[in-house]
């Protein structure tokens, strides 16, 4: 008999999964992103904790793209923390290779929004990482969850 076995945290709560549909195509917004040498490890590939940087940057990046850049939350007083990063790795990047960052933002919340990746490996024309992060909107003073800004919905609903 065979059980089936399901993924789970230290807490033996069920983890989500990385989508396989980062977005539909039509909200992603593509960034491109160069791949340093200081990326890569033994292997020659991109260290797997350096995929965490390049979807921070194509993040903010795709905040600029837009049009509502990281500094228009600091202007509101608000900020955001990074609560959940997770990512499954594909095939691998090396040196030198184009890489393209699908970006989408998605569920959005009250105070909470998932921001999604696909990274494509342009030199091999093969996805080399899926992954979200999970942000939530604080205000600056006091670090409690605040409500997303409504500036910040239209923009994401407009996409």
Same mark, same amino acid.
């Given at each position: 008999?065979?059980?089936? %076995? ?6 033996? /709560?069920?983890? !989500?999964?990385?989508? +396989? ?12 992103? +160069?791949? =340093?040498?200081?990326? *890569? ?14 979807? +921070? *940057? ?13 500094? =228009?939350?600091?202007? @509101? ?15 691998? #990047? ?6 393209? #960052?699908?970006?989408?933002?998605? @569920?959005?919340? &009250?105070?909470?929004?998932?921001? /999604?990746?696909? !990274?494509?490996?342009?030199?091999? @024309?093969? %996805? ?6 999970? !942000? ?5 003073? *006091?670090? &409690?969850?605040?409500?997303?800004? +409504? ?5 994401? @609903?407009?996409?």
């Amino acid at each position: 008999m065979h059980k089936k %076995i399901l993924k789970t945290d230290f807490k033996n /709560k069920p983890v !989500a999964k990385v989508s +396989d549909n980062p977005a539909p195509e039509k909200k992603q917004v593509a960034i491109n992103a +160069d791949i =340093r040498f200081s990326d *890569t490890d033994a292997n020659g590939h991109v260290f797997f904790g350096n995929y965490f940087t390049l979807f +921070d *940057t194509a993040f903010l990046k795709y905040l600029k793209i837009i049009g509502y850049s990281f500094n =228009r939350f600091l202007q @509101n007083n608000l900020n955001f923390y990074y609560v959940e990063a997770k990512s499954q790795y594909k095939s691998p #990047i090396k040196f030198d290779d184009e890489l393209c #960052i699908k970006v989408f933002t998605d @569920n959005l919340g &009250k105070t909470s929004f998932t921001i /999604k990746f696909a !990274a494509m490996n342009k030199t091999s @024309n093969k %996805i080399a990482a899926l992954g979200h992060i999970v !942000a939530v909107v604080v205000d600056q003073k *006091t670090e &409690k969850p605040s409500p997303l800004p +409504d500036e910040f919905i239209k923009v994401l @609903n407009s996409l």
